[in-house]
């Protein structure tokens, strides 16, 4: 058996949710962005999933860890809105070394194409060292409404999504080299950063 050409990655998976943690009702979130990261890239991932309740101080230890232990992608999902209990984008913002604002503004267009309650919503990303952490919506429809983007009726792309720069934003950090399957997202590179594809070894 040929050994895989694509770099193997490492993509930390969080759902923030204080009744999904305590068992009152199963969690989607896991399952639905370790679903549509399976189809999206052709890497071999390695998935650090974690189920925490909404506490601020306990979702930046997550992130913190997750950063350091070598996680090049960390996703999360729930605790975005205006409720009090909603501390994702604080917990995020804590631990950041820079501010991705990129990433939320158009989150926020994608969801408004749906919804209007969308400018509620407080997703931000941000970069910890040699990683990227996106908050993403709490449902998984939106999750991959979120990530792919819209398409129009012949298949064609509406609205990007914003994972079609998350391949490039990891390059420029240090990771892998993401690779994605176009029939699900397409990524975007200078022409300049993109790798020749390797021979099968």
Excluded at 98 to 126: D, K, Y
């Amino acid at each position: 058996m040929s050994e895989s050409v694509h770099d193997a990655v490492r993509i930390g998976i969080v759902s923030i949710s204080d009744r999904a943690s305590s068992g009152v009702y199963e969690d989607k979130g896991l399952p639905a962005l370790q679903d549509w990261l399976s189809r999206a890239l052709k890497n071999p991932i390695h998935f650090e999933p974690r189920l925490i309740p909404d506490e601020q101080a306990g979702i930046s230890a997550t992130l913190i860890e997750l950063a350091d232990a070598g996680c090049s992608l960390v996703l999360t999902t729930g605790g975005t809105g205006p409720a009090p209990r909603d501390v994702t984008p604080e917990a995020t913002l804590a631990v950041a070394d820079r501010e991705m604002p990129g990433f939320g503004e158009q989150m926020r267009q994608i969801s408004l194409a749906f919804v209007p309650t969308a400018i509620l919503s407080r997703q931000v990303a941000v970069i910890r060292g040699q990683s990227l952490i996106i908050n993403l919506p709490g449902q998984p429809k939106a999750i991959a409404e979120t990530l792919e983007g819209l398409k129009n009726p012949d298949g064609t792309q509406k609205v990007n999504g914003i994972f079609a720069a998350v391949p490039y934003c990891i390059d420029l950090i240090g990771g892998p080299y993401l690779e994605t399957d176009d029939s699900v997202c397409k990524a975007f590179r200078p022409k300049n950063a993109v790798r020749a594809p390797r021979p099968h070894a």
